[in-house]
């Protein structure tokens, strides 16, 4: 039987990339460093995955499962050697900690059968390959790093934790939602297609990525940012919010626009991707919380991330940012709100977006201050309608 080697047995590993490949007939291994977590995928030899809806639940069992132990570094490289394909899904800040593990099986499978591994790169994050490239290459020769396909993907799956109460009766358990392709870079993957049906791949893959941020992830976002702001819990309430759903529609428009220009892309196509994905916004089953969603501030309004790259791509199509420069306000009230922060607004937003200059640092902050002023989301919206109305769209 083939080995699907999983670093990361989280919400994505277990709840998305573990399904694709036990129903391909791969053995899923996960490579872990939660001790108890390591311990009861081997005890249990499977886990639960439910896959779920506003209307229904369907449970399967994901199997056969092993884990290893990622601090038991010999362990951990063997395991990497032998693998059939290699994926990562640790998330974006902990990337850099899978390189001295990634490395040593690079190693050993280049002294060994010296047959390619493939790395399946499951993380949020813009040029993930070529940053992991720049951590890896001066540590591999050059025939090691022929080894290695570095291959980005695009993970449109949404996986949330499940609530304490379900976890506590099944620590294994794993909810998701039933959307279930991963499109991958077809140009970056060595050897022979991978033999998953759910693995579709895509090339110029560049397309896909900013899709996925400045669309999917973009517009997670702005549901998060004015769903806290409107005293919302749940993402399925924010979107359910007409004032919210509106800005989150015309964000995603104003997107897929500049997509569509810049990529040559189907527009009908891109509208009709950020219209299914309100829909699956709306998913009351999965308790996805605009507080997860929302997190980490500084990564999401960074330059290239879902709401400033977005922007930049929409002012390089001609067109104002004035949907993300409203969500952008929001995440910089909630950042504030956060971390007790005092610093000058115009100051911290530039240090957090590299944006000092133009109109989306402009109407951001014009929109930061009308919130602290009170000003409801109705009005702002129509506000944004008139910015609109008055400097005319492309």
């Known amino acids: 039987m083939k080995h699907a080697v999983i670093i990361g047995a989280g919400n994505i590993g277990r709840g998305f990339i573990g399904q694709i490949f036990s129903e391909a007939g791969y053995e899923i291994v996960f490579l872990d460093v939660a001790a108890s977590l390591v311990d009861a995928l081997n005890a249990a030899g499977s886990y639960p995955l439910e896959l779920v809806d506003s209307a229904s639940t369907e449970r399967r069992i994901i199997a056969p499962v092993r884990a290893v132990n990622g601090r038991d570094a010999d362990a951990a490289a063997r395991t990497i050697a032998d693998a059939d394909v290699l994926v990562t899904c640790v998330g974006a800040k902990a990337l850099k900690y899978i390189v001295p593990n990634l490395v040593a099986g690079v190693r050993l499978r280049a002294a060994g059968s010296g047959k390619p591994l493939n790395l ?27 080894c290695l396909g570095l291959v980005e993907t695009s993970v449109g799956r949404m996986v949330p934790l499940p609530d304490k109460e379900l976890l506590e009766k099944e620590p294994l358990l794993a909810r998701a939602e039933r959307y279930g392709w991963l499109p991958y870079d077809a140009d970056a993957w ?5 033999d998953a049906p759910a693995l579709i791949p895509y090339s110029p893959f560049r397309f896909m990525v900013e899709r996925k941020l400045y669309v999917h992830n973009m ?3 702005v549901t998060a940012y004015l769903g806290m702001l409107r005293g919302h819990t749940f993402i399925a309430d924010a979107i359910a919010d007409p004032a919210i759903r509106v800005a989150v529609r015309e964000a995603m428009t104003a997107s897929a626009r500049a997509l569509a220009k810049k990529d040559r892309a189907d527009l009908d196509a891109l509208i009709a991707h950020g219209d299914d994905l309100i ?29 400033t790259g977005a922007a930049g791509c929409i002012a390089a199509a001609g067109m104002r940012p004035v949907w993300h420069a409203l969500a952008a306000a929001a995440a910089l009230v909630r950042y504030e709100k956060e971390s007790g922060d005092v610093i000058v607004p115009a100051v911290r937003f530039t240090e957090l977006t ?14 930061h201050r009308r919130l602290r002023e009170g000003a409801p989301l109705e009005t702002l919206i129509a506000e944004a309608d008139g910015m609109l109305a008055r400097y005319g769209v492309v």
Do not use: Q
């Open 219 to 221: 517009g997670h976002a």
């Open 279 to 307: 829909r699956r916004f709306g998913n009351r089953a999965l308790g996805d919380t605009c507080e997860r969603v929302g997190a980490d501030i500084p990564r999401k309004l960074a330059p290239t991330d879902r709401l």
């Open 354 to 367: 590299g944006v000092g200059e133009g109109d989306y640092y402009t109407d951001a902050l014009a929109f």
């Open 190 to 194: 060595l050897g022979d297609a991978p």
């Open 120 to 146: 399946l790169i499951c993380e949020n994050l813009m040029d993930a390959d070529a940053i992991l490239r720049e951590w890896i290459a001066p540590l591999l020769t050059e025939k090691e790093a022929a």
